[in-house]
């Protein structure tokens, strides 16, 4: 599969989300970061096969510099940065913020996942709050979309180890003394290629730090909120299977 086609499969799964039947929007989601979990790692594979890039490298770029940020806003969202970095890190980006907006760096078929991905989870955590905190207050609210990007985050995470895991398990079936060595030396050569955006903005740009939020705690908002982040299906591998100073965030 190359990466157009991979682009074109999330691009088709990722209208579902559009749909007015939750549950099929989660889905498609879902299955959108699996492919392109499942791409990144059959692509280095395929470098290794061939001993040399299948296909060459796109440029990592700020598109900050290009007038393409992630996300507009007159005003800072904890809950929107933090969604940012998580998904944008999940797919071989990164963040940082110019004022209020946030911006992205990265190669740009990863930032048009990150921007697919980052607009539908913006819109079901948004649904989720409006749901389930009608007149609990602002602060319930904000805790209770921290919550929901808590166990977005952790799906992310497990969404990749099962890729990984399941590229192991069949490799070890293999009857192939190097096929295991071969997906580990993939996974690695993955998780660099995501690294070398970090590398990149070090290089490249002058980033301050991040400030530590000061906004209000709900624990119990909190847990509201990770709990109902549970419908939103983005990760793992279910039966459907699928301004001011700049400040990096997402390290």
């Known amino acids: 599969m190359t990466r157009d086609e991979a682009m074109r499969k999330v691009a088709s799964l990722l209208k579902l989300a559009n749909s007015n039947n939750a549950n099929e929007a989660a889905l498609a989601a879902q299955r959108a970061q699996e492919i392109m979990a499942k791409f990144q790692l059959d692509s280095a594979m395929l470098d290794i096969d061939a001993g040399a890039k299948a296909e060459p490298d796109e440029p990592i770029m700020d598109f900050g510099r290009k007038g393409a940020p992630l996300h507009e806003s007159a005003r800072k969202s904890g809950w929107r940065v933090r969604l940012a970095s998580v998904v944008a890190k999940a797919n071989g980006c990164r963040i940082y913020l110019m004022g209020p907006t946030i911006q992205i760096v990265g190669r740009p078929s990863d930032s048009d996942i990150v921007r697919y991905l980052f607009a539908y989870l913006t819109n079901e955590t948004d649904r989720l709050a409006e749901r389930d905190g009608r007149g609990c207050g602002r602060t319930w609210a904000n805790n209770f979309r921290l919550g929901v990007v808590d166990t977005i985050a952790a799906k992310l995470v497990e969404a990749q180890r099962a890729v990984n895991e399941a590229a192991r ?7 192939n003394p190097h096929a295991l060595v071969r997906v580990n030396t993939a996974i690695a050569a993955v998780a660099a290629k995501s690294g070398a955006v970090e590398v990149w903005m070090k290089t490249n740009m002058k980033l301050g730090t991040a400030k530590a939020s000061s906004a209000r705690y709900d624990g119990a908002a909190r847990v509201a909120g990770r709990a109902a982040g549970r419908e939103i299906n983005v990760g ?8 001011g100073r700049s400040k990096m965030l997402g390290a």
């Open 169 to 175: 398990s069949e490799a070890a079936n293999a009857n």
């Open 236 to 243: 793992g591998r279910s039966a459907g299977a699928l301004g």
